[in-house]
Every structure is written in structure tokens, then in C-alpha cells.
């Protein structure tokens, strides 16, 4: 787990700098509030309108962990001073292992969704909730990994092909580009070289007029 985590926040951290080469120091950038809108989105996707009928999109809602799995690294990296990755990483691993030494059984999706997104209104680290949602959807560590390594990949893939002016096309021949990243680590063995493979999965899929 260590490992997994060292290689995920490292390369949240190169990401955070490829986008914005001051993130640590910039104060704009609210990762809770972050936190809050995708717990909305992932709340949504799940359903939660009691006066019509709404079947859970899993896949959707395993993805929005993902993103906000993202955000929560990026806040835990800016709780130590002069951008100590090292002790950051040593802390997420010391409450992962907390989190998921406690007794945890399925519990009901949205209860623990507003847990997690109530946390993040208050500036506080939802470990433990995040642990138990993944565990509601059945979604483990090594899915989060897979998929965190697969989406910091089409992150860089969008800025690559102009995600920040607005020039990256979404949507490719009728499917998001979420969709396709979902093919390509479908597809692909989680080894040491995943990273680059879902980038050119995706570098062959992506319109060639754009």
C-alpha cells in the first residue's frame, strides 16, 4: 500500500504542477470545496430523488471517488509545510490502515456520502468515510490505484491537447473520453508500464482531426 500510495501522490503532485506551477502556495485553490462538488456529482450519479425512479450508475460513482480521491491527496500534501510529500505520504498511510482496521460492514451509499461531503465542508480529511463508500460499491484499493493511475493519465492527456484553452474535444465519435479510458483499463494489465500504455490507447483513439 505504501508503494501505491508514494507513486499516487508524487504523481498528484506533478500533476497539480503541470496545471499550476505555484498550487502549494495558491490559496484559490479550495480543495474541500472541490471535495463537496464531486461528493454532489457522485451523489447524483448514485440517485437520490425519492419521487421518480433511479437506477445507480456504479461505474459513474466509483469514477467520482476517484476524482475526489484526487483533491484529497492535494489537501493532504498542503497540510505539511514546505510541500513535505514524504510526510504526507507517511500520514495517508497511517489513516488508510486506520480506516480499514476498524469493523466496517456495508452501509447505506448516501448516509455515508453526506458524512464524507459534511467533513469536506468543514475542512477536515473524510478517511474513514471515504473507506467505507468504496467498500458500499465495492470498489478496493486496488481498483482506486488502477483507476487513479488511469485518470492522472487522461488529466495529462486533456492538458496535452489543449484541456486549459479549450480546444480539447470531450466527446469522440458519440463516447466521453471517460468512456475510453474506461476501455483502455479494461483492456490493459495494472503493471509498471500502464501509464504510458492507457496514454497511447488513448493518443490512437482520440479524433485525428483534432
Not at 502556495?25 to 433511479?54: C, I, N, P
Request: proline share 2%.
Amino acid at each position: 500500500m505504501k508503494a501505491q500510495l508514494s507513486q499516487m501522490f508524487s504523481m498528484q503532485d506533478k500533476l497539480n504542477a503541470a496545471i499550476n506551477a505555484g498550487w502549494i502556495t495558491d490559496d484559490s485553490q479550495d480543495w474541500f470545496t472541490a471535495v463537496l462538488v464531486e461528493g454532489a456529482e457522485m451523489v447524483d450519479h448514485y440517485g437520490w430523488k425519492w419521487w421518480k425512479h433511479q437506477t445507480p450508475d456504479i461505474a459513474q460513482v466509483q469514477l467520482e471517488l476517484v476524482d475526489i480521491w484526487h483533491f484529497l491527496m492535494s489537501a493532504e500534501i498542503r497540510n505539511y509545510p514546505e510541500m513535505n510529500i514524504e510526510q504526507a505520504i507517511e500520514a495517508s498511510v497511517a489513516k488508510w490502515q486506520q480506516a480499514f482496521e476498524q469493523p466496517s460492514e456495508k452501509k447505506a451509499f448516501l448516509g455515508l456520502a453526506k458524512k464524507l461531503v459534511g467533513k469536506a465542508a468543514i475542512d477536515e480529511m473524510p478517511y474513514r468515510e471515504f473507506c467505507l463508500l468504496m467498500t458500499s460499491v465495492d470498489f478496493d484499493f486496488a481498483d482506486l490505484y488502477k483507476w487513479y493511475i488511469g485518470k492522472n493519465v487522461l488529466n495529462y492527456f486533456r492538458q496535452d491537447h489543449g484541456y486549459k484553452d479549450g480546444s480539447y474535444i470531450k466527446v469522440w465519435q458519440g463516447r466521453e473520453d471517460n468512456e475510453y479510458l474506461a476501455d483502455a483499463l479494461n483492456e490493459l494489465s495494472c503493471d509498471e508500464s500502464l501509464g504510458d500504455n492507457v496514454y497511447q490507447f488513448l493518443k490512437k483513439s482520440y479524433p485525428q482531426s483534432a
